[in-house]
């Protein structure tokens, strides 16, 4: 069974920058949409950003032209993450829709969530 494993959370002062990754445990061959979500204390998880196999990235207004999504050659997905603010703190999560490895088709895959703290 595939698992996604984000890392690159902690705590940041607010106007600071941090880069989340998000490394599979197979190789992800192709996907319908890779997204970044986060879960902030007391709020419901919320889509932030998407990339989608072969179109261009979509962000959240709450995080556009601060945060970029990005994805490398083995379909590592990452979060740049600029400017942040105390609003910004949240258990963030990547998700893989319809992703393809060399074994196996999945519909849905979830990593465990990073911890981003944003405070002074």
């Known amino acids: 069974q595939i698992q996604l494993v984000e890392s690159g959370g902690g705590l940041v002062q607010p106007g600071g920058s941090l880069t989340l990754s998000c490394a599979a445990s197979?190789?992800?061959?192709?996907?319908?949409?890779m997204n970044w979500h986060r879960q902030a204390p007391g709020k419901q998880r919320e889509l932030i950003a998407q990339?989608?196999?072969?179109?261009?990235p979509n962000y959240a207004d709450s995080v556009k032209g601060r945060f970029t999504i990005s994805r490398d050659a083995k379909n590592t997905l990452y979060l740049q993450m600029n400017n942040l603010k105390t609003e910004d703190t949240a258990v963030y999560y990547c998700?893989?829709?319809?992703?393809?490895?060399?074994?196996?088709?999945?519909?849905?895959?979830w990593g465990q969530g990073t911890l981003v703290t944003v405070s002074s």
């Open positions: 998700h893989a829709e319809g992703a393809s490895t060399a074994t196996a088709n999945y519909g849905d895959i």
């Open positions: 197979e190789r992800i061959y192709s996907f319908n949409n």
């Open positions: 990339i989608n196999y072969g179109r261009g």
